[in-house]
Nanobody, 121 residues
């Protein structure tokens, strides 16, 4: 069993910054990709950013140049630094990871419970 626990969401004014964190724990043998998705009211969940175990990262066009994803492999933790936030960034942000479980050596996708980010004046 693998758990993802997010933290760092909240209310911020337009132009402000927030940093999200997501720590993975449990029966982890290895973690391939870790990333963040978001879902705004009435919209589909969308990829925000993903980082592979080697450090390479990809971003949604809407956040390029404003958001930075990083990971600490020793802590099984992924971070999302969000700068220059806009009202349209308001959403529930979900952590996602592809982890290999040491009990089965199977690789599965896991989700966090979500953390609310609200950008408003």
């Amino acid at each position: 069993q693998v758990q993802l626990v997010e933290s760092g969401g909240g209310l911020v004014q337009p132009g402000g910054s927030l940093r999200l964190s997501c720590a993975a724990s449990g029966s982890i043998f290895s973690i391939d990709s870790m990333g963040w998705y978001r879902q705004a009211p009435g919209k589909q969940r969308e990829l925000v950013a993903v980082v592979l175990s080697g450090g390479s990262a990809n971003y949604a066009d809407s956040v390029k140049g404003r958001f930075t994803i990083s990971r600490d492999n020793a802590k099984n933790t992924v971070y999302l630094l969000m700068n220059s936030l806009k009202p349209e960034d308001t959403a529930v942000y979900y952590c996602h990871a592809h982890c290999t479980d040491w009990r089965t050596l199977g690789t599965y996708a896991y989700w966090g419970q979500g953390t609310q980010v609200t950008v408003s004046s």
